[in-house]
């Protein structure tokens, strides 16, 4: 997209300016999200023909890098929204489908995810909940464990056991408004970091029309499997890698400008913290690197992605948490203290590694790929 970098120029102050008060209060980033609304950036990877931008997965990559390492907690508010919002685009629901996804990609319907269960855990596609169908409703009973912009999402689309499913990948999809009778969000969060993302269990005791289903009957688990996690897995790639940049800029600059006033020199003259920093520097630089690969490979698909898919979140969130170590240890006390501004990205940087699909589940995922076997 030729324009990318202006649309990222319009929205991002927005977001620098909110993200202190939405770490600290742990408050939902009301206006950082209208600035990503106001710039179009909602509408990033939505077809033109829907109001969208037409952007692709480099382009993925690039507005969630910068905007993670502006804000954690919007980071990761937009990815949730544009993957809900890619997944709505594939399969629309014959109820609105199209009204639907015109206001994801104007910003005035703010989508989410609503997959995770407290009986499946971080295998999100595996849903324990189960649809019950008569006269064309649809009844669902489901407690999702944790649903980004809970409180503040105009739509989930939420993963359910398909009516007469006999195995834990016949699933459906449907698009569930936040208002809809029965949905209870169960508080506030209160977390170590992305502690703006409004992130929450979510009740479900919903009765829904048939015709709120995302695709045909069943095809739920190929949605999420297909759409949903390759754009979720290379968002939230960027989003690691974006908070590991902002961690090491706020190191080099600390390592720069402050000095031993007794011994006239600065942090940067210990040969030691060079080289903490150049082996950050080489860490992110090569992830970058395996990043923009496999989002050319999403673009692009061939025998390889499924593969570069798993192990690119992986790689990438542990990445992440090596450099921000080295960026505390780098900074010392004053890292420690919110003075140099590290804590906020050490501490939103932990949550990648833990969020489903989970970095150790997808490097088993990977090695299962690796040596022939079936991944389910």
Aim: proline share 5%; hydrophobic share 45%.
């Amino acid at each position: 997209m030729n324009d990318l970098a202006q649309r990222l120029a319009q929205a991002l102050p927005e977001i620098r300016a909110g993200a202190d008060a939405a770490d600290s209060d742990g408050k939902f980033p009301v206006a950082s999200v209208r600035a990503l609304a106001d710039s179009g950036l909602l509408g990033l990877t939505l077809p033109t023909d829907v109001g969208g931008l037409g952007g692709g997965p480099v382009d993925l990559v690039e507005a969630v890098s910068a905007v993670a390492a502006a804000c954690g907690s919007t980071s990761m508010i937009y990815l949730m929204h544009l993957s809900a919002a890619m997944v709505t685009a594939a399969a629309e629901p014959p109820d609105g489908g199209d009204e639907l996804v015109a206001g994801m990609a104007d910003g005035s319907t703010l989508a989410t995810l609503a997959f995770s269960e407290k009986g499946s855990r971080s295998h999100f596609w595996a849903p324990v909940s189960r649809a019950v169908a008569a006269d064309g409703r649809v009844t669902i009973g489901a407690d999702k464990s944790w649903v980004t912009s809970a409180s503040s999402a105009d739509v989930y689309i939420t993963s359910v056991l398909a009516p007469d499913a006999k195995a834990p990948t016949e699933s459906d999809l449907y698009a569930v408004p936040r208002t809809t009778p029965g949905v209870t969000i169960a508080g506030r969060f209160d977390g170590l970091g992305l502690r703006g993302n409004d992130s929450a269990p979510v009740r479900l005791d919903v009765e829904i029309a048939e015709g709120a289903r995302l695709g045909g009957g069943g095809a739920g688990f190929g949605l999420m499997m297909q759409v949903v996690l390759p754009w979720f897995s290379l968002g939230n790639a960027a989003v690691s890698l974006g908070l590991a940049q902002a961690a090491l800029d706020g190191a080099i600059a600390h390592a720069s400008g402050s000095r031993f006033e007794h011994l006239d020199s600065s942090l940067s003259d210990l040969p030691t913290i060079r080289a903490y920093l150049a082996k950050a520097w080489t860490d992110l630089a090569a992830h970058k690197a395996l990043l923009r690969e496999t989002a050319a490979k999403v673009a692009a698909p061939d025998d390889s992605t499924m593969l570069a898919v798993l192990g690119t979140k992986a790689g990438c969130n542990e990445a992440t948490l090596r450099i921000t170590e080295t960026a505390l240890r780098v900074t010392g006390g004053a890292g420690f203290s919110k003075q140099v501004g590290i804590d906020r990205p050490y501490r939103d940087a932990r949550a990648g590694f833990v969020m489903a699909p989970t970095a150790d589940a997808l490097f088993d995922f990977t090695g299962r790929a690796l040596c022939g076997m079936d991944l389910f």
